[in-house]
């Protein structure tokens, strides 16, 4: 259910809404941890969910011949496939979750790109700002996306 709502909309209604249907002032930084954490919740619960789903049957029933105890078989037999299946989908959401930081701004949460904008509002200079900005973004994105091929090759047999 959470999947259909933009995370624009959740923190939206984390700042603005919850507060007065509870009659309390919630601070900035608290409402978007909220609003990450449903919207991370909601579609990481669903990418594992899917890698889990995704081993075959008969690899449960394989164990199971086996006598090892469920609890065994998730560890040694199902976790390690289902992370070779959800692993590329898991990196990739992350990468757009970190891109997606810069919607905290509509909220007054200072972010990277509300930082880019106060900057810019001082320095007059938006091509260098925005390059750095840029520059930031890709230094927090690709390490992630590069240590992924890793796992990933090993999975497949290439390393």
Excluded at 46 to 69: T, Y
Excluded at 113 to 119: E, F, K, L, T, Y
Aim: glycine share 8%; proline share 5%; charged share 10%.
């Amino acid at each position: 259910m959470l999947q259909g709502i933009p995370l624009l909309g959740l923190l939206m209604f984390f700042y603005f809404g919850l507060p007065v249907f509870l009659n309390i002032e919630l601070p900035a930084l608290v409402a978007v941890a909220l609003a990450y954490a449903l919207y991370t919740g909601a579609f990481l619960g669903e990418i594992w969910r899917g890698g889990i789903a995704a081993v075959r049957q008969a690899q449960w029933e394989a164990a199971d011949c086996l006598g090892l105890s469920r609890r065994h078989v998730f560890i040694h037999v199902i976790a390690p496939q289902a992370l070779r299946i959800a692993l590329p989908a898991t990196v990739g959401f992350l990468v757009q979750l970190i891109k997606n930081t810069s919607l905290a701004s509509v909220v007054g949460f200072v972010e990277l790109a509300r930082a880019g904008q106060i900057v810019i509002a001082g320095t007059f200079q938006p091509l260098l700002t925005y390059s750095l900005v840029a520059v930031v973004y890709f230094a927090l994105c690709y390490p992630l996306t590069r240590w992924s091929r890793s796992p990933e090759a090993r999975f497949n047999g290439a390393g």
